[in-house]
C-alpha cells in the first residue's frame, strides 16, 4: 500500500532538508518544481498550451519556454498567472501520479510549494507544513540565492505566512536548526502512517 506525504512551506524554510531526512528513511522524493520544469519542455502539451494562450512572445527561437518573457506578464496580471497556474497545474499532477504509480515504492514524498493550490493536496494521505522563524529563513535564502537583505525580506513577504501552511496541513515541523528534533518529528510522521 503506497503513502504519500505532502510536504510544503514558504521559502527558506528548510523543506529540502526536510526531504532528505525522509528519503534516508528510504521515502522517494518528488520535487514539484523539477516536474513543473519538465512538463515545459518541447513537444509536451502544457508548452503548447502556454504557446496557445500568451503567444509566440513567450517561446524562444530554439522551441523552448521563455521563461523571462513568461514571468513578466504573470506576474504583473494576477488573472494570466491564474490562467498559467489552471494550465500547469493539471500537468504536474498528472506527471506525479504517473511517477508514483511506475515507481517501486511504498513512501512517497511530494515537496511542493503550492501544494494546495495544485490540487496535490488531495491526492496525500497526510500534509505536512514545514515552518521556521523568519530571521532564519532570511539568513537561509541569502546564503542560497545570493541575495541581499532586501531582497531576502522581499520573498518573504510575498509569499504566504506560517500560519497559513500550518492551517492547511495536517501536521507542522518546526525548522530552527534542530537536527534531532527534525528527526524525532518525521519518525513520528512515518509511524503515524505506518499506524493508520
Do not use: M, W
Given at each position: 500500500m503506497k503513502k504519500i506525504i505532502g510536504l510544503t512551506g514558504g521559502t527558506g524554510t528548510g523543506k529540502s532538508s526536510v526531504s532528505a531526512l525522509f528519503k534516508k528513511r528510504g521515502a522517494h522524493v518528488i520535487d514539484a518544481d523539477l516536474?513543473?520544469?519538465k512538463i515545459v519542455e518541447p513537444g509536451r502539451p502544457a508548452l503548447n498550451e502556454i504557446k496557445n494562450h500568451f503567444g509566440d512572445k513567450v517561446i524562444n527561437d530554439d522551441g523552448t519556454l521563455n521563461r523571462k518573457a513568461l514571468a513578466a506578464i504573470v506576474f504583473s496580471d494576477s488573472s494570466e498567472?491564474?490562467?498559467?497556474?489552471?494550465?500547469?497545474?493539471?500537468?504536474?499532477?498528472?506527471?506525479?501520479?504517473?511517477?508514483?504509480?511506475n515507481t517501486d515504492n511504498s513512501?512517497?514524498?511530494?515537496?511542493?510549494?503550492?501544494?494546495?493550490?495544485?490540487?496535490?493536496?488531495?491526492i496525500c494521505d497526510v500534509t505536512l507544513a514545514v515552518v521556521a522563524d523568519d530571521f532564519l529563513r532570511k539568513k537561509r535564502i541569502i546564503a542560497r540565492?545570493?541575495?541581499?537583505?532586501?531582497?531576502?525580506?522581499n520573498r518573504i513577504k510575498s509569499q504566504k505566512s506560517n500560519d497559513y501552511y500550518s492551517a492547511l496541513c495536517d501536521f507542522?515541523?518546526?525548522?530552527?536548526?534542530?537536527?534531532?528534533?527534525?528527526?524525532?518529528?518525521?519518525?513520528?510522521?512515518?509511524?503515524?502512517?505506518?499506524?493508520?
Open positions: 516536474t513543473a520544469r498567472l491564474d490562467i498559467l497556474d489552471k494550465i500547469t497545474h493539471k500537468y504536474v499532477k498528472e506527471d506525479i501520479l504517473n511517477e508514483i504509480k513512501l512517497f514524498v511530494i515537496d511542493a510549494p503550492l501544494l494546495h493550490k495544485g490540487g496535490l493536496a488531495e540565492d545570493n541575495l541581499t537583505q532586501a531582497e531576502a525580506e507542522t515541523i518546526e525548522n530552527n536548526e534542530n537536527i534531532d528534533n527534525l528527526k524525532e518529528s518525521i519518525t513520528k510522521i512515518i509511524e503515524n502512517l505506518e499506524n493508520n
